[in-house]
């Protein structure tokens, strides 16, 4: 038998990681644009197969293809990713910015499997369509994202949760049904995929990779490379 104990607890929460959904004015008009250049894109041009089951992944240098929209969708991805970040030395405005950039278009049942973005610091995502035929209309499509420690315990004891902050077990998986012109941003080590679309039309989305160099990197890489990759813009 257990003794009776009286127990004061203070549970802290610490490691929070951050998925930004972001807004910003003209974005309906941004994402028709860069929508009509994403399908006029397709049509001559097969695609790749990467993380997309089913649908259409273009190739990744969209920045290169994509004219003013994509440079204009980068740069607002890059401004946001500024905001959330913060190095020990300079600020990251005094860090050289680049985005690689692709699109994504799912028609029915299409859907993304699980990954990461290696090699960058930020993922972003752009929602263009999300292939409603009314508002609000529940079509899949979400994104969700899973806690890279989660499988952790699971190992030992598959049913076994950590309390979150408001006492209710843990939940290592989370998703975000997104809204036609969000624009967001999380880590790129940060596990996600997307559920499948079940609407009749098309979903479509711009994804891109930001990652950054402090200046003095920046100028050496510059001078050392002899042709510039098209996929990047800063």
Not at 11 to 17: A, E, L
Not at 63 to 79: E, N, R, S, T
Request: charged share 20%.
């Amino acid at each position: 038998m257990t003794a009776k104990i009286n127990l004061t607890m203070k549970v802290n929460h610490f490691f929070s990681t951050p998925v930004v959904v972001g807004k910003f004015q003209g974005s309906d008009a941004l994402a028709r644009e860069i929508g009509a250049v994403a399908r006029d894109h397709r049509r001559a041009h097969p695609g790749v197969a990467a993380t997309n089951v089913g649908g259409w992944h273009s190739s990744y240098d969209m920045i290169a293809w994509g004219g003013p929209p994509a440079k204009q969708l980068a740069d607002l991805a890059i401004g946001m990713a500024r905001q959330a970040s913060a190095f020990g030395e300079g600020t990251p405005e005094d860090y050289v910015w680049t985005a690689q950039m692709w699109a994504n278009i799912s028609g029915p049942g299409a859907s993304n499997k699980e990954h990461v973005h290696p090699g960058s610091l930020w993922a972003a995502v752009f929602y263009v369509d999300l292939g409603a035929d009314t508002p609000g209309e529940d079509v899949g499509g979400l994104l969700h994202f899973e806690d890279p420690r989660h499988p952790l315990p699971s190992m030992r004891h598959p049913d076994f949760h950590l309390r979150d902050a408001t006492g209710k077990p843990y939940n290592g998986a989370q998703a975000i049904k997104p809204s036609v012109g969000d624009l967001v941003l999380f880590p790129s080590w940060l596990k996600h995929g997307v559920t499948p679309y079940t609407g009749s039309g098309e979903r479509v989305s711009i994804a891109m990779n930001l990652d950054c160099q402090a200046p003095s990197a920046a100028a050496k890489n510059r001078a050392a490379r002899t042709v510039e990759g098209p996929e990047s813009v800063q």
